[in-house]
C-alpha cells in the first residue's frame, strides 16, 4: 500500500509539473507576442518595417527602409528629358529659323535683306553693292564675345580653307564679312585688333548705332543689351546666323550655330555649282 502511494504522488507531481510549465511556455509567448506587437507599433510611427531573420516571424529577410518622395533614378530621368527637351527645342529653333530666312516672297526675291551702308576698318564707305560679282558670308557679332563669335568665326575660316584646297575657283569668289553689332564699344582700333585673331580674309564693318540698327533690322537680326556689370562692361545678346549670298546680292542660304564646317562647305559649293533647269 505504501509502494501503490507513492507511485499515485509521483504521477501527481508529474502532472503538476507538466501544467507548470506548459503555463510558462504559454506566458512566455504571450510576452513574446506583446513584445512584437509593442515593436511592430513603435516602427508604425517611424515608417520604418524590420524583420529580422531567423525570428521565425516573416523570415525572408523582408525590410523597407525610409524613402523620400524622389529617388536618384527619378532625378536621372528628368535630368534626361530635360536634356533632350531644350536639344529639340534648339534644333526646331533652328529649322525654322532656315525656313523663314530661305522663303521667298512672290516677287522672286529673299524676304530679308536690303541696301545697307557701313565703314571699313580704313573709314571707307562700304554699302551692299560693293560686293556686287562676289558671293559673301555675312556674319553678325561683337569684338567683346566670349566664346560664340570667335566659335563662329573660326568656323567660316575652316570653311574659307577647305574651299581653297578643295575648290579654289569658287573660294576665290566668297568674300567674309563681320559686321558689328556693339559700335558703341567696336572702334575701327579695336575691330583691327579683334581681326587679327582670325582668317585674314574678312572684311570688318562698324557704323553707327543707326546705321548698324537699321541692317541689322533689315536682316532680322535680334540684338539686345545685356545688363552692365559694376565695372560697366556688358554683353550683347544676337543672333548666330551666317547669311550667304550670291553674287548679285541677293540670299541664297543661311547657316546657323549647329552645322559643321563641312556642312557649310557642302551647301557652298551645292549653291555656287547649281544650275537651274527652265
Known amino acids: 500500500m505504501l509502494g501503490a502511494a507513492r507511485s499515485a504522488a509521483s504521477r501527481s507531481c508529474v502532472r503538476m509539473s507538466t501544467r507548470r510549465g506548459k503555463q510558462w511556455q504559454g506566458r512566455r509567448g504571450m510576452n513574446t507576442s506583446q513584445r512584437s506587437v509593442k515593436e511592430a507599433k513603435s516602427r508604425a510611427g517611424t515608417g520604418n518595417i524590420e524583420v529580422v531573420e531567423g525570428t521565425g516571424e516573416g523570415s525572408g529577410g523582408f525590410s523597407m527602409m525610409p524613402r523620400g518622395p524622389v529617388s536618384w533614378p527619378a532625378l536621372g530621368l528628368v535630368a534626361v528629358v530635360a536634356a533632350s527637351a531644350v536639344s529639340y527645342y534648339k534644333i526646331e529653333r533652328e529649322r525654322r529659323l532656315e525656313e523663314a530666312m530661305g522663303k521667298i516672297v512672290s516677287t522672286g526675291k529673299p524676304a530679308i535683306g536690303g541696301p545697307w551702308s557701313l565703314i571699313d576698318l580704313d573709314g571707307n564707305l562700304v554699302t551692299n553693292r560693293t560686293f556686287e560679282g562676289k558671293w559673301t558670308l555675312l556674319y553678325f557679332g561683337f569684338a567683346r564675345c566670349p566664346d560664340i563669335c570667335p566659335s563662329e568665326m573660326v568656323k567660316i575660316g575652316k570653311v574659307m580653307d577647305t574651299l581653297k584646297a578643295k575648290y ?53 537680326v535680334y540684338v539686345s543689351k545685356a545688363d552692365e556689370t559694376e565695372d560697366g562692361d556688358y554683353l550683347v545678346d ?22 559643321r564646317p563641312s556642312d557649310v562647305v557642302e551647301k557652298v559649293v551645292e549653291r555656287m555649282t547649281f544650275v537651274p533647269s527652265y
Not at 544676337?238 to 550655330?257: A, P, R
Open 238 to 259: 544676337h543672333s548666330i546666323v551666317v547669311y550667304f549670298h550670291d553674287d548679285t546680292g541677293d540670299l541664297s542660304d543661311c547657316f546657323t550655330q549647329s552645322m
Open 168 to 220: 579654289p575657283a569658287l573660294h576665290d569668289q566668297i568674300q567674309p564679312i563681320f559686321v558689328s553689332v556693339d559700335p558703341a564699344r567696336d572702334s575701327l582700333k579695336a575691330l583691327k585688333e579683334y581681326g587679327k585673331d582670325f582668317h585674314p580674309s574678312y572684311v570688318f564693318l562698324t557704323g553707327s548705332p543707326e546705321q548698324v540698327q537699321q541692317m541689322a533690322k533689315k536682316y532680322r
